[in-house]
Every structure is written in structure tokens, then in C-alpha cells.
């Protein structure tokens, strides 16, 4: 595939991706919603997050691996600890970084 086929592709996803999101926003308005479907759509974020999240602490190496020799697992609820009880993201963040890098080195 030439490198202006590879470009193209790229773009063309770009703008799809861009003007099938932007469908959303400006032609449905959010007071024109049901109240129950605004109330559900707050939920799809921290779903996403969690479908993203939660595979690569539970199956870092492919099997289930719910146990203390999983390092992942471990620094993810240290994490979650910090964002439960300082609700800041950096924080939550750096905490889970450290913790995995200190498990590492253990």
C-alpha cells in the first residue's frame, strides 16, 4: 500500500469518526432527550474506562490471574484506594504508576 493510500485511509477515518460523534451533538440537542436516557448516558464513560481498564489488570498474561504475584492488579487497587478517598485524578494517577513500579522491583 503506497504511502498516500495509508494517509488516505487515516483521514477518511478521521473525518467519519469526527462527523459520525458530531451526528450526536448537534443534531439530537440534550434537552430534547428523555430524562432517563440523560441520566443513562452519564454512565457510558466510566463503562468505556472500565471495559479498557479492567482486562489488562484481571489477564495481564492472558488467564485469569486474580492473586497477590499479579503486580497489576495490585498497584490498580491502590489506585482505586487514593480515587475512593482523595478523588483526585492525578493523584489516583501517580499512586498506581508507583505502586506498580515499586511492585516491579520487588
Known amino acids: 500500500m503506497s504511502e498516500t493510500a495509508i494517509w488516505s485511509v487515516i483521514l477518511g477515518g478521521m473525518v467519519v ?7 450526536f451533538i448537534s443534531l439530537l440537542p440534550a434537552h430534547r432527550l428523555p430524562g432517563w436516557l440523560r441520566l443513562a448516558l452519564r454512565f457510558v464513560p466510566p463503562a468505556v474506562l472500565a471495559a479498557l481498564v479492567a482486562p489488562e ?5 492472558g488467564p485469569l490471574a486474580i492473586s497477590l504475584a499479579n ?3 495490585l ?10 478517598r ?12 508507583v505502586a ?3 511492585l516491579l522491583s520487588i
Open 86 to 97: 482523595l478523588r483526585n485524578t492525578w493523584l489516583t494517577l501517580g499512586a498506581g504508576m
Open 75 to 84: 498497584a490498580g487497587l491502590v489506585a482505586c484506594l487514593v480515587a475512593w
Open 71 to 73: 503486580d497489576r492488579l
Open 57 to 61: 489488570l484481571l489477564r495481564p498474561a
Open 17 to 23: 469518526t469526527y462527523a459520525s460523534r458530531l451526528s
Open 100 to 102: 506498580y513500579l515499586i
